[in-house]
Every structure is written in structure tokens, then in C-alpha cells.
């Protein structure tokens, strides 16, 4: 099945730097999300982007729908420990509120203080 | 409002042997899925459910079984456990409704995690 391409598959950096990381597909998806997960737990929806080049931001976090409407990507702002955890893009075709997503691979991210 | 609840948190099976996963939400949701995660792999959807008695299939089918007799709860079934399936299981469950946040919003559980020996 298809999966996402998730890049970088890990990052370790300090306390307050920036964070990008992005998502790509060698096709089309009309809606596009990020979601984190902390060890142990399922994902928590971070952002939700629905038009291609819209720009929604939570917090210290930007994402981006992708103008092509095949990537999309997230930004971290002034990270913190917290922001500990992996990271997934994931993408939907179609109309209508269906359940079937597909997930990147993540993104690990680590934040030494 | 105890969300999406998963049961077994942990469980180790022998090769053939069946058991079910549950899932339970207490949100009214009408939507709920079964993901399995592997390292490296992300989530994948293995079935799903648009409500109480509709069911189909995901991405990785094969070897479970799913059913949706009540709104609240979705059960994942192993007919015959593989090694292969060894994972973490996620059950997550979303609203119908249209525009905005809460269309695309899936509430996930804490997961199970299988062992198939």
C-alpha cells in the first residue's frame, strides 16, 4: 500500500531552534494533516489544511498544503522539550468525510535542553 | 467523557491462536478505524466503519475481521494470529459533519500492543 514520504526520518536539536520537516506523494490529496504522537500514546491532530497553499498555523506551528497538492509541510517555532515525539504527515483523497487516510513514515524528534 | 478506550493494553499470543481487540468511544462518533503501526511504516488502515452496521476494508485486510453492531463499539478480530502481525494497534474515531476541524479530527486510542510468538 502506499505510504507517504516523510523527511527527516529523525532530528535532534536544541532547545529553541526551528524545526521543518515535510511530507511528499507521488500523488494528489485534497486534504492534508499533521499529528503528533507522544511515546506510548495514539496521535493527537496537531493541524488540518484543506486548499492547496493555505497556511494555518497552532501555536508555535505552521503548516503549509502544498501548492502541487502533493506535499505539505510543518514547521516548529522556538522548540521546546515537549515537542519530544514523532511526528506524521498524513493525506486524503476525496470528497466527503471519509476515514481513509494515508500516513507518512514520521519524523522522530528529539530536543535536548 | 473517557474518549476512545482500547482493551488489551498489552497481549501476547501463540501462532494461531484468535482473540479480539476492543475499541470503545464514548463520543457519539459515527466513524471509527483499526491502524496498525510498524516501525518505519506509519500508520496503515486495516478496516473501518462509517456506522453502526457498515463496515469495509482498508489497506491491510487480510487476517482480521471487523464488525460495527452498536455506534460505540468497533472490535478488531484475529482469526488465526501470524507472526506477522505482531504490531501496535490504534482504534480512532472521527465525527460526520462537514467543514472545518472536526470533519477531519480522528480521536485515537492508547493502543494494544500484540506479540505473536
Known amino acids: 500500500g502506499q505510504q507517504l514520504n516523510q523527511s527527516p526520518q529523525s532530528m535532534f536539536i536544541q532547545e529553541g531552534e526551528d524545526v521543518s520537516m515535510n511530507c511528499t506523494s507521488s500523488?494528489?490529496?485534497?486534504?492534508w494533516l499533521w499529528y503528533k504522537q507522544d511515546p506510548g500514546e495514539g496521535p493527537v491532530l496537531l493541524i488540518a489544511?484543506?486548499?492547496?497553499?493555505e497556511l494555518t498555523s497552532n501555536g508555535r506551528l505552521t503548516a503549509q498544503f502544498g501548492i502541487t497538492r502533493k506535499d505539505s509541510f510543518l514547521n516548529i517555532s522556538a522548540s521546546i522539550p515537549s515537542d519530544v515525539g514523532i511526528y506524521f504527515c498524513?493525506?486524503?483523497?476525496?470528497?466527503?468525510?471519509?476515514?481513509?487516510?494515508?500516513f507518512g513514515t514520521g519524523t522522530l524528534l528529539a530536543v535536548q535542553p | 467523557n473517557a474518549g476512545v478506550t482500547q482493551t488489551p493494553k498489552f497481549q501476547v499470543l501463540k501462532t494461531g491462536q484468535s482473540m479480539t481487540l476492543q475499541c470503545a468511544q464514548d463520543?457519539?462518533?459515527?466513524?471509527m478505524s483499526w491502524y496498525r503501526q510498524d516501525p518505519g511504516m506509519g500508520l496503515r488502515l486495516i478496516h473501518y466503519?462509517?456506522?453502526?452496521?457498515?463496515?469495509d476494508q482498508g489497506e491491510v485486510p487480510n487476517g482480521y475481521n471487523v464488525s460495527r453492531s452498536t455506534t460505540e463499539d468497533f472490535p478488531l478480530r484475529l482469526l488465526s494470529a501470524a507472526p506477522s502481525q505482531t504490531s501496535v494497534y490504534f482504534c480512532?474515531?472521527?465525527?460526520?459533519?462537514?467543514?472545518?476541524?472536526?470533519?477531519?479530527?480522528?480521536?485515537f486510542g492508547p493502543g494494544t500492543r500484540l506479540l505473536v510468538l
Open positions: 480512532a474515531s472521527s465525527l460526520k459533519t462537514s467543514g472545518g476541524w472536526a470533519q477531519e479530527t480522528q480521536y
Open positions: 500523488s494528489i490529496f485534497n486534504t
Open positions: 489544511l484543506y486548499k492547496a497553499g
Open positions: 498524513a493525506g486524503k483523497r476525496g470528497g466527503g468525510a471519509t476515514n481513509k487516510l494515508i
Open positions: 463520543m457519539n462518533h459515527e466513524y
Open positions: 466503519s462509517v456506522g453502526a452496521g457498515i463496515t
